[in-house]
């Protein structure tokens, strides 16, 4: 029995005790499907809805045309809202009933041709053009009311042109959209969606686990074995970490060939970077595990504390610059927002390293400050 | 095994406990969890430390292996300064929690691997030391069996395996026979014994039930957080020779004859046993007949053996000056006895998928009755309760609760009966107060009358200085009383108690069964479940309860006559229920 109890080696059974850990850990996680699911199904599920359900551009959007007067040249002017891609025109013989319309949202803009539209008031710069649009969606109204102004500029040039006639143009823009030409939302909003998935991954799938230990019992038996704080931390990173990065391959992979999102940097730095920041999110779990000892408080937790905020904060979907000034400080306290900055560049842009290292120092000092402070808080008591 | 001379100097403990005290914070209130706890375990021994729920005993065990730091005092195990060096008590002791620790989404072998990697038990140590103890606790076949499969009395054997992958020099077991059914605790203890000598291991084991005190050799009492007292149960059993009885009558009710001898003179304890009343008297007091209950010449009183709980009860009874409280009036007058069966239970199965939890069982429940469901966790008891209760219908057969059959008229079956959850289930944010206007109402109690109910609840439960506490914050004892309170709000004509009593120290038990005797002297119905072989003691009746089977049913005195013989002359329950489960064949080893 002496032999037993004194093992020679102190390595020998530190690394034992910590491949006991991770088998058990493995174990657990090829036992119990609720784990995959979080790494696999819900990245998938996730991508799908974001990738196809939600859409920031504009298209077929239902209008209203009111002609007082028809013409030739209303009719050309219709006719390009016909042809545009963005736009479902029905047309309307009068402007009351175009507002009804536009009140029971049948359309969500009108554009009003008076029966003084003709070549003298264009030429003269006056606009007879009325256009309405529904403003509840401020965002989606002034895309629509961009669009608008598009056809109808377009339409005045053509115009122009054809009757020799000159039309006071100020200032002729010259657009030139970078990184992402064909202006897709999905090329943005799916680099951004795999932080968050990242973060949903690492810090739940941790946090719930060790409280699950809590709720077992299982924590209180580990404690009184010579296991250590450290051996038990990286008994739970390890596993997890190798999942979490399962779950980022599958995320982009199908962002690359599900959704076409052009991959510009180097796949090798953008593994290197999640990498980085799954040890924030795991570091984040972990952390919530020494306060929440059961899994409903531990699941909540960590949804009103990393998800959450990085859905709303990391500058995924809604752009931090134009955020107030204190949200804008809290955002650098969210992880996901230096991952979303390097995800949307790394697929978008390709290797712009003076963004890149930047954002992956934040993650590495959140990083070591998240893992420090779990070392320091996880203790072999139960107070 | 080298014996040790019981007071010798140079007698080594394996653990010393000096002035140990633990506070907690609990809802505003400081509740001393241990008070100034001073102990010690022999070396090579088993020690058990007994006291009710809620006494400290986990709180000690935790402090023991370093997971709790205590607020004052000194802990010493095995020579180690626990606060100074938890680690290395780590290393060297054992520890099994309440809830034995086991990974249930693994299997066995998974289990003894893990715990073998965390010990440091190295890889070629292991198959010895692993078919050693699956060769102890009979899991041989079962190794790829996954651990939430087991059955609890394996689960419990298994946990104790993984504790002992490594042996240890001392050995602490928390609760491990709470739940289990009698045979897997029987089994437990002769493992245990079979390691104090094999291996020379110091055990220090606790429990709950008083009737295992006399298999230790050494008992430390603990009561609410400070120590009652120490030494050989048998030592304490043997002050009370000659002060322990079981009187009979043939013409008075049993319980009628436990209310009067607990009022008589020179009584210490009078508890319901079997088909009479187990007396405990005071120091020189005469068990005469004519003295305990004066007029009365029909009743026998003969000479028992000391029991450990008699010793408890009379070491608390010291402390405590109150004497044991006698239910008050009755507000109902007391019921004719009638012959009416007022549970009808025929043939009735439950399955849950393949699974049956009750196969096929009968029985009946006289008005006025105490009829108790016992056995283990898992034997089916739950279940049968919940189906009486109409909350899970039946898979097949009958039953009938106040002449209603609960297929058809559940909710109006319901409304005659009262029921008290295993953990009282009350509103734990609630005043008391607030609990019995809430628990009055449900059972739609308005106005005036709900007034006079409340009014009688507390009185009745002495309950009046408690009313605006809040019943998360109360004594153990005090929320058995408030949810027995809610029970009754409603008057009901069926009592039913779920594990009323478990844990609860002896004499807020006693409390408690000369209520419940009360209420069934009214003719109130009462069934209880549990799986504390004392408690059924209380009953009329009883059916024992196995993997969803009755074994047998009858009186208590009944079952037990069934198993008297030479060399037990006096079996307990438990020897009844062990020769049950034995003579079922063949013992099914998974439930």
Redesign the interface.
Known sequence: MKTMKHPDSTRRSAGMRLHGMIRKETLQILRDPSSIAIAFVLPLVLLLIFGYGVSLDAEHVPIALVVEHPSAQTSSLTSAFYHSPYFDPTGYPHIRQAEEALREKKVDGIVWLRDNFGGETLSAGRSPVGVFVNGVDANNARIIQGYMEGVWAKWLEQFSAAQGMSVEMPVTLEQRIWFNPGLRSRDYLVPGLIAVIMTLIGALLTAMVVAREWERGTMEALMVTPVSVREILLGKIIPYFILGMGGMLLSVAMAVWLFQVPLRGSLWVLLGTSALFLLVALGMGLLISTLAKNQFMAGQVAIITTFLPAFILSGFIFDIGSMPAAIQWITRLIGARYFVAILQTVFLAGHVWPVILANSLALLIMGVIFLALVKRRTQKRLE | MPSFPADSPSMEASLILEDVTKRFRSGGRIVHALDAFSARVRRGTVTGLIGPDGSGKTTLM?LI?????PDHGRLTALGIDVIRN??AV????G????????????TVR?NL??????????PE?RSA?YSELMHMTGLARFTGRLAGDLSGGMKQKLGLA?TLV??PDLLLLDEPTVGVDPVSRRELWSIVYRLVEQ?GMTVLLSTAYLDEAERCQEVILIHQGKPVGQGKPGDFSARLTGRTFHVTSPVVNKRTLQESLARAPGVIDAVIQGDGVRLVTAPGASPDPAVLLPGRSDIRVAPVFPRFEDSFVTLLKKDSENPSPVFGKPDRRPAAPTEEDVIVVQHVKRRFGSFYAVKDISFTVRRGEVFGLLGANGAGKSTTFRMLCGLLPASEGMLRVAGKDLRRAAAMARARIGYMAQRFSLYAGLSVLENLRFFSSVYGLRGGNQRKRLEWAMNEFQLGSMADVISGNLPLGYKQRLALAAALMHEPEILFLDEPTSGVDPLARREFWNRINALSVQGVTILVTTHFMEEAEYCDRLVIMADGEILSQGTPADMKERFRSAERPEPSLEDAFIGLMETRQPRELVS
Not at chain 2, 65 to 69: D, K, T
Not at chain 2, 90 to 93: K, L
Not at chain 2, 95 to 106: I, W
Request: glycine share 8%; proline share 5%.
């Open positions: 935790r292996v370093g997971l709790l730091l938890p680690l780590q290393e060297s002791v520890y099994m929690p309440q809830r034995f620790g086991l990974y249930e989404d693994l998974e691997d893990l715990y073998a990697d965390l010990q440091g038990v190295l140590q030391r993984c490594r042996s291996e």
